[in-house]
């Protein structure tokens, strides 16, 4: 059983940066592709980034896009998304997923994490 832990949120001042981590325990995440979300107070929960089981290939939302850069660390088996130029509408709790399928599909997820908040304010 593949279990996911967030680390990294906080609070950021906008144009200031974040960099969120996922971490597993039970596998490596090397078997996987790994996904970001997040869901801001009132909204539905939105697919953000993801990185496929190679790494070869990512995928971002057009919100994030040019600001936020996923990546793998397989020495410490984590993914991170590295998040610039935070804008308050950023503000959400953001979650690592994981999927069996080599290809982005944000439909399709395996394993959940809990979450982390990051809040984006003056």
């Known amino acids: 059983q593949l279990q996911l832990v967030e680390s990294g949120g906080g609070l950021v001042q906008p144009g200031g940066s974040l960099r969120l981590s996922c971490a597993a325990a039970?596998?490596?995440?090397?078997?996987?592709?790994i996904l970001w979300f997040r869901q801001a107070p009132g909204k539905e929960r939105e697919g953000v980034s993801c990185?496929?089981?190679?790494?070869?290939?990512?995928n971002y939302a057009d919100s994030v896009r040019g600001r936020f850069t996923v990546s793998r660390d397989s020495a410490k088996n984590t993914v991170d998304l590295q998040m610039n130029s935070l804008k308050p509408e950023d503000t959400a709790v953001y979650y690592c997923?994981?999927?069996?399928?080599?290809?982005?599909?944000?439909?399709?997820?395996?394993?959940w994490g809990k979450g982390t908040l990051v809040t984006v304010s003056s």
């Open positions: 990185i496929t089981i190679t790494g070869g290939s990512t």
């Open positions: 997923a994981a999927t069996h399928h080599p290809i982005c599909r944000y439909s399709v997820i395996n394993y």
């Open positions: 039970g596998s490596t995440l090397d078997h996987y592709t």
